[in-house]
């Protein structure tokens, strides 16, 4: 293991995370509400702790190596949550223990969602700002932003590229890597433009417009109010959300290859993406026929809106809400938390196991039964018009085995922590499927819950924004053979 180049890519990359300090700081000059300092502390100390861990190897070449790469990603995710508890911690308003600090910051940059802050409506601007850029540099991955930069740096980034997106189908869409990183964030970058713009024209003040539409391409859920999107009772703003909610939920090299080739048609020749608009499509058809024939809006237009909103905020694990669907009739709201087991799109910002692995693991299972009729048959697994191998096919299996796994462990952990079986198990389905809200006493925020849970939901969080594998790598005992 070469900890010299780790040290390194840490120390760099704390660096840059120091200059995310900078912003908030400019919205508490712009508001005066007494936060400047504990950012401008933050920043200090997250510079100096940067610079100490990159000036003894500053003059290091060493290149990168697959166990590097995972060692930096793991470990700065850690690290870089760590830091980012500073202003929680330091913010006189809110008086954060460290767990609640951490909890929420892991919350945030891995675009979960779940918070144990409540009073959101009368809390310091910056704060606001801060939790939602926090989601925003975390629902493309800092990591991804950081292989654009690194390089010009010395520091090659293809490994940390290959621990970061460990999904089915993460082309490269340029051939150099760092062109690539940049192609993904113009296109997140302009997607979180346009949607702060739909924002502001559908009724949101300038800075709620700012901030939600940071959640929303992040897939992230934090709002500024306590009653998030439902706070604003606007179909306009609903309807802004729910388009770059979908958007966001569909693999990113799928809008660089239709935006480079100028052919919208490219998404409907995807599999997965016919997939994904299947899935959104039954079950929001499924979710307003219960509504409406319970009657539990008073309008059939009311209930199409819960439903289509609700459908795709959690479907596609973003977590805002309009309503408070824990309390919807019938198999509702369990419906829902089941659709986040399945999540968005591979190469997206959100989370689940992934619409392309449950397509895969469908044909799979559709192959079994043919081969089960015809033992002699060969049936080969298509995506896309192209056949899979066979190595991918177990490491989709690999992949849910391990999934299972961790699931049924975080759930058990949970419950010896003394929640109830139902709020244990959306919990852990919200945090491992970075979805945020939950059922039962995590319905509408974390903050009843112990401090051992909030650790517990804390990694989680992490297993799945780093899609369980990575995470699991770097726990075997001979990754760190030498």
């Known amino acids: 293991m070469q900890f010299s180049i780790v040290f390194k890519t840490i120390g760099l990359l704390l660096m840059i995370f120091s200059l995310t300090q900078i912003p908030p700081i400019i919205i508490d000059f712009i508001y005066a509400q007494n936060e400047t300092q504990s950012f401008l502390i933050a920043f200090l100390l997250t510079l100096f702790v940067g610079c100490f861990l990159w000036f003894p190897f500053r003059n290091t070449q060493k290149d990168f190596r697959i166990r590097e790469g995972v060692l930096v990603v793991v470990s700065f995710w850690f690290v870089l949550s760590l830091f980012a508890t500073l202003p929680f911690l330091l913010s006189t308003v809110l008086n954060m223990s460290f767990s609640d600090a951490f909890f929420e910051s892991m919350s945030g940059l891995t675009t979960t969602g779940a918070t144990v802050l409540s009073g959101l409506d009368e809390m310091p601007k910056a704060i606001l700002y801060y939790r939602q850029q926090l989601q925003w540099l975390g629902g493309m991955g800092i990591i991804v932003l950081a292989v654009a930069i690194l390089p010009m740096l010395g520091v090659g980034g293809m490994e940390l590229y290959h621990a970061e997106s460990s999904g089915i189908s993460k082309e490269r869409l340029t051939p150099k890597l760092a062109q690539t990183a940049k192609a993904l964030w ?40 306590d009653g998030s999107i439902g706070f604003f009772n606007s179909g306009m703003i609903e309807a802004v959300a729910i388009v770059f909610m979908f958007l966001a939920g ?52 009311e209930s199409w ?110 419950m010896f922590t003394g929640l ?52 699991i790598a770097l726990l075997h005992k001979t990754f760190w053979r030498f």
């Open 250 to 301: 569909v693999n990113f090299s799928l809008h660089f290859f239709v935006w480079q080739k100028k052919n919208a048609l490219i998404y409907i020749r995807d599999s997965e993406f016919k997939t994904y608009l299947f899935i959104l499509s039954v079950v929001t058809l499924v979710i307003f026929v219960y509504l409406s024939n319970s009657a539990y809006y008073a309008s059939i237009g």
């Open 186 to 225: 113009k296109i997140y970058i302009s997607f979180t433009l346009l949607c702060a713009i739909g924002y502001y024209l559908a009724g949101m003040s300038l800075f709620d417009a700012i901030g939600h539409s940071y959640a929303t391409v992040a897939i992230g859920g934090f709002s500024t109010h």
């Open 420 to 471: 109830d079986q139902v709020s244990a198990f959306s919990a852990t389905a919200a945090s491992i499927n970075n979805l945020g809200p939950g059922l039962g006493v995590v319905a509408d925020n974390y903050g009843n819950i112990s401090n051992t849970a909030k650790w517990i939901l804390s990694f989680s969080m992490l297993l799945g924004r780093l899609e369980i594998l990575t995470l």
């Open 305 to 414: 809106r819960h439903a289509i909103f609700q459908t795709i905020s959690l479907a596609t694990t973003t977590g805002f809400a309009t309503a408070h669907y824990s309390d919807w009739p019938f198999m509702l709201p369990v419906l829902l938390i089941f659709i986040s087991f399945i999540g968005a799109c591979v190469g997206s910002t959100g989370g689940g196991i992934k619409v392309v692995r449950i397509l895969l693991m469908f044909k799979l299972a559709t192959k079994e039964i043919r081969k089960f009729i015809h033992p002699k048959a060969y049936v080969s697994i298509k995506l896309n018009q192209k056949s899979i191998a066979e190595r991918v096919l177990v490491s989709v299996w690999g992949f849910f085995s391990l999934y299972v796994i961790a699931f049924v462990m975080i759930l058990i952990a949970l």
